[in-house]
């Protein structure tokens, strides 16, 4: 008889209205067997060594989203999200006991995944296996697809990255510095500000919340307009941008984190900017550029081995902590990558 071990569970207590609190929650203690079922072709278990929390998790807490590619959470289930983890067994056979891996996994200790055909095989080892959560994982895709496939983006051109302390924002915004662009970032503390201009490289950064009109605020950073916004926002921060976008620019909607939490969306006014400017927005997800992973690795592995770009993560470790950090990114409290150490391989 396989061997029974435990598995810590985040459970999703009921569907949420407005911001999450971590008693929409819980944990729970099962246990589970380390053995596929006999009838299980094809499939693998895992443990789950690190889980990432990302804004995106909360469209999946109400009752229905507007994604056609995950549904909604179930309450009485785990949560689901991206993790690294590592095979405990198979019968899929393109894995074997011992491999690496990142992709969409269950918030618990042990998971048994069905399609591993999705996951994405961990093959730089020397990296710390937390940056797969993050800069080598879902957010980097995100950063790169976003901004060199979406934007387009020139050398000399004008940048703005909203909430750009975050996973995805920090990187954008190296990218384009890397390209010879000018770029500004704007985050939710001074501390987040110190952060993009000392240690990111950003050449302007501001805190939004200090900012009693932000279209004053981005008139000061871009006088003669923006070239390409990567939208990680929404709401007064994207009305704001379009009257400053230059003609033919471009917006790439990554996310937009002040309007999860609403029960009634913001209204955007000033869309006509978008026929008189040209501007050209389009909203995107990572896995539209997966098929391009090899050719981000090879970019961005040599840039982090030469320190060329930074990455800064916030780490938490335990599962009973995963939901305050969770919660906890819509409010700020997060520096970096938001991530949950589970287990230690």
């Not at 609190?21 to 094809?42: A, C, F, G």
């Not at 997966?290 to 993560?313: N, Q, R």
Request: hydrophobic share 40%.
């Amino acid at each position: 008889m396989a061997d029974e071990v435990r598995n810590q569970q985040v459970l999703l207590k009921n569907y949420v209205n407005g911001f999450p609190k971590e008693s929409d929650m819980e944990i729970v203690t099962s246990s589970v067997k380390l053995k596929i079922p006999e009838s299980t072709k094809d499939a693998v278990l895992v443990r789950n060594l690190y889980l990432s929390c990302d804004p995106y998790m909360r469209s999946f807490m109400n009752s229905h989203n507007n994604s056609s590619l995950f549904p909604s959470y179930q309450p009485g289930k785990p949560i689901r999200g991206f993790g690294v983890v590592k095979i405990v067994e198979s019968t899929h056979p393109n894995y074997k006991k011992g491999d690496l891996g990142w992709g969409f996994t269950e918030w618990e200790e042990y998971t048994l995944i069905l399609s591993p055909e999705l996951l994405i095989k961990i093959d730089h080892t020397d990296l710390p296996l937390s940056y797969y959560t993050g800069i080598l994982g879902m957010p980097g895709m995100t950063a790169y697809g976003g901004f060199y496939e979406v934007c387009n983006p020139k050398a000399g051109e004008k940048v703005y990255v909203s909430a750009a302390a975050g996973a995805v924002g920090q990187l954008v915004g190296q990218f384009a510095k890397l390209m010879g662009c000018y770029v500004v970032g704007s985050a939710g503390s001074q501390q987040k500000v110190d952060l993009l201009k000392n240690k990111f490289g950003f050449d302007e950064a501001f805190n939004y919340k200090e900012e009693p009109d932000l279209n004053v605020a981005l008139k000061r950073y871009f006088p003669e307009g923006i070239d390409i916004y990567f939208e990680n926002v929404g709401g007064k921060m994207l009305d704001a941008v379009l009257l400053n976008m230059r003609t033919r620019g471009r917006i790439a909607v990554c996310g937009m984190i002040s309007q999860y939490n609403v029960t009634q969306p913001e209204g955007i006014y000033n869309l006509t900017s978008i026929i008189y400017k040209l501007v050209r927005m389009q909203g995107f997800v990572a896995s539209d550029y997966y098929s391009e992973y090899a050719k981000f690795m090879d970019i961005v592995v040599p840039y982090l081995k030469e320190g060329k770009i930074e990455y800064v993560e916030d780490i938490v470790e335990g599962l009973e902590k995963g939901p305050a950090a969770l919660v906890g990114l819509f409010t700020g409290q997060n520096v970096g990558k938001q991530v949950v150490l589970v287990s230690h391989e």
